[in-house]
């Protein structure tokens, strides 16, 4: 199963502030990019779901599909 997931990164734990969106087939990351501005997440997604064809996108931290 293909899995795009979400992820804000957190200024006191990882060394930039921004989000990182990984792709997963099953529980192995295949793909990741990082960016600091929301607007670029919207891209990324788009680009891994036409590269990947994912069956689930998830959101993490508050986030809502």
Not at 10 to 35: F, N, R, S, W
Not at 36 to 55: A, G, L, R, T, Y
């Amino acid at each position: 199963m293909i899995t795009i997931q979400v992820k804000k990164l957190d200024e006191g734990i990882d060394p930039q502030d921004g989000y990182i969106i990984y792709v997963y087939h099953d529980k192995t990351k295949i793909e990741a990019e990082i960016t600091n501005k929301w607007e670029c997440v919207i891209d990324i997604v788009d680009k891994f779901k036409k590269q990947h064809s994912p069956e689930e996108i998830i959101f993490f931290d508050g986030f809502n599909v």
